[in-house]
């Protein structure tokens, strides 16, 4: 195993726990499955950090600070930062760093390669940008997977069944006379050695949900395509329930307000989704 | 159609000229089908250049400066150059404005999301980085594609069939009786509206690389897995013959030499690949 002396890490890390366990404690901890996606755009930011030395930093921190106690994880899409060029990987670095041991931050970045190309995009995201999870395509099949996985105390979250409509071109294809999106949902449970093989399944697919869920009962399922993408959070963990998972939203919090109560608003709407996704009634 | 004026541009555009004509034109005039993949990794970076203010620009930048007139296509992986973080980066940057309008520079991004994302991630490749062409993933379907395939004057390299083995995993999942990879190359055929539709398929499998040009007759592909990885130039570019195509090598070529000789070293190797891949003999 690679030593972690050099790591920056994005989330706390305790000896001989798994990512899952790691991510079941957090969620119960913080009694919340929100996951906030934070994805900046310049033209939609707030004037109250537009004057900031680093406004998409200075939006990520506020929102952050506003929500930290009821949000186990964060999920900063790296296309947001890399469309700003290297500012904005600078931003999404700083961001990494502030939230530090307070939450999982999860890079969505979608990677997907093989060979020594594959370990160097695990490097970047474990090492480089300090992630304690990340999301990965595994088109091209295990090796895609291999480098990320051997990471054991990082969540590496397989695309399975994404959000949207046109998914079905690929993810409907069939193996052994199953969805290719089910077969992966298999394949991940054999991957799973550490406790950190993990799935994404959008929150537009209920009923795949909970045959995700059947299959694959002990791994962590990260639900995007709630709010704007229509999909609905209660029913999501109602299907997700039996083993860890998040729901993610990220315009719906993230300018819930244009104004300069945007903090608030974000903290409002990520609270609203958090009761939704208990499964339990929540203490404010 | 987005407005051009902010972009910094990794290689030449002229109006009215698809990207298909523009490779194939660019490989006619420089008589080679060679693509050098720049995937610079520091522990084997030669002495000589170790000592740079930047010694991953330097590497490239000989490299690139000993090759240039047998090279249409460069392809940086940025797995290499994230793995190294906002300074990697950078160095990034600095090759694609230092190859300029002198080859087309490919990012080998393998990017693939939806919606809002999506487009975020066209714009970094094709403007914040300013790719002449890049790769990208479809595990989600058109949705993945669109946003690249609208910059009408760049690349859009589609994964097909990957040159690695577990790629089967995914890519032989059955759609309408066929194989994915196929299906997706006859997708890919549809989805061309402005002649900048284009596909990799690995040398490593000839048979399916013939059949993807039998679907596809005019697209580009980019064949990476020669060398390092035991596909034959020759043979792949027999099967690749009817339309634009380059074949890609990266360690062969970067690491020809691991001494002070690296970039003449690299104008050999390169020069080697590109005899193998031209279906003419070449002068020298």
């Not at 969505?108 to 160097?120: C, E, L, M, P």
Request: glycine share 10%; hydrophobic share 40%; with cysteine.
């Amino acid at each position: 195993m690679r030593s972690q002396r050099a790591c920056r890490i994005g989330s706390s890390i305790v000896d001989g726990v798994s990512f899952s366990d790691r991510l079941a404690a957090l969620c119960g901890e913080k009694r919340s499955h929100v996951c906030i996606g934070l994805d900046p755009l310049p033209e939609r930011l707030p004037a109250a950090v537009r004057s900031a030395d680093d406004p998409i930093f200075e939006f990520n921190r506020r929102i952050v600070d506003a929500t930290i106690d009821v949000t186990p994880v964060y999920k900063p899409n790296l296309a947001f930062y890399e469309a700003l060029g290297v500012d904005g990987l600078r931003s999404l670095v700083r961001t990494v760093e502030h939230i530090g041991h307070r939450a999982i931050v999860l890079g969505d970045a979608k990677r997907g390669d093989i060979d020594s190309t594959a370990v160097a995009y695990a490097r970047a995201m474990f090492e480089a940008f300090g992630f304690g999870a990340c999301t990965i395509n595994v088109y091209q099949g295990h090796d895609a997977a291999a480098p990320f996985l051997a990471y054991r105390d990082r969540g590496v979250f397989i695309l399975c069944r994404t959000s949207n409509r046109t998914g079905g071109d690929v993810q409907d294809a069939i193996v052994d006379g199953r969805p290719l999106w089910e077969h992966l949902a298999r394949r991940a449970v054999e991957w799973n050695q550490h406790g950190n093989c993990s799935l994404v399944v959008g929150a537009t697919y209920p009923d795949e949900l909970g045959r995700v869920r059947e299959l694959a009962p002990g791994l962590p399922i990260l639900i995007p395509g709630v709010g704007a993408q229509g999909g609905d959070g209660r029913t999501a963990a109602r299907k997700a329930r039996g083993g860890p998972f998040v729901v993610n939203s990220s315009r719906g919090i993230i300018y819930a307000s244009s104004g300069d109560d945007f903090a608030e608003a974000a903290r409002r709407a990520a609270i609203e989704l958090r009761d939704q996704a208990l499964l339990e009634p929540a203490a404010r």
